[in-house]
């Protein structure tokens, strides 16, 4: 699939099929954020990948948006130094490229996703064993997306997103344009 075609067609999968996802597709999910760029080329980034159902299961229960996690096949949780501290102010942007990057190779490979926000990141740690030291902000579910939620069997959108005029200007801001 295009890129483009990707990009517009991708929409959030929260529930997946029992089907296991390939261990080569898996890895060529997440190489796709390994290759991601980032600020002065610091892949700031550590990906664990988790597939055993009680580590999903766990991982479910660290945030009210982390429920998806416990039916993917698998999850791919990012893993940093920090967040907060002046030298690293782009990591959550690179964070996001590279997560990005694995959410659209991973469309082109029929596998549906979900981004995860960690809010009880002190849980994530432990059921991952990542230090106390390190970040553990988000994480994407993975799987083939079951039926009811695929999203090619939903119309396009014609609605949702914000048309192009409504949030890009020329030149200069201008409220209006």
């Not at 089907?19 to 980034?45: C, F, H, M, T, Y």
């Not at 416990?70 to 590279?98: N, S």
């Not at 994480?139 to 083939?144: K, L, Q, R, T, V």
Request: charged share 25%.
């Amino acid at each position: 699939m295009d890129v483009s075609t990707a990009i517009k067609s991708n929409r959030s999968v929260r529930k997946f099929t029992d089907q296991p996802v390939p261990r080569d597709d898996i890895e060529r999910i997440v190489n796709a954020g390994r290759l991601s760029g980032s600020a002065k080329n610091r892949q700031p980034w550590r990906f664990v990948v988790v597939t055993a159902r009680d580590t999903l299961q766990a991982l479910s229960e660290c945030g009210p948006w982390c429920t998806h996690l416990a039916g993917a096949a698998f999850a791919v949780v990012m893993v940093v130094k920090d967040l907060t501290d002046p030298p690293t102010l782009t990591t959550p942007f690179d964070l996001g490229r590279a997560s990005q990057n694995m959410i659209l190779a991973a469309w082109d490979l029929g596998i549906g996703s979900c981004m995860a926000t960690v809010y009880e990141p002190q849980r994530a740690r432990v059921a991952l064993g990542v230090p106390d030291d390190r970040a553990v902000p988000w994480a994407i579910s993975f799987g083939y997306p079951h039926p009811d939620a695929d999203p090619r069997n939903r119309p396009p959108r014609k609605e949702g997103r914000r048309s192009f005029d409504e949030v890009a200007s020329s030149e200069t801001w201008n409220e209006n344009e």
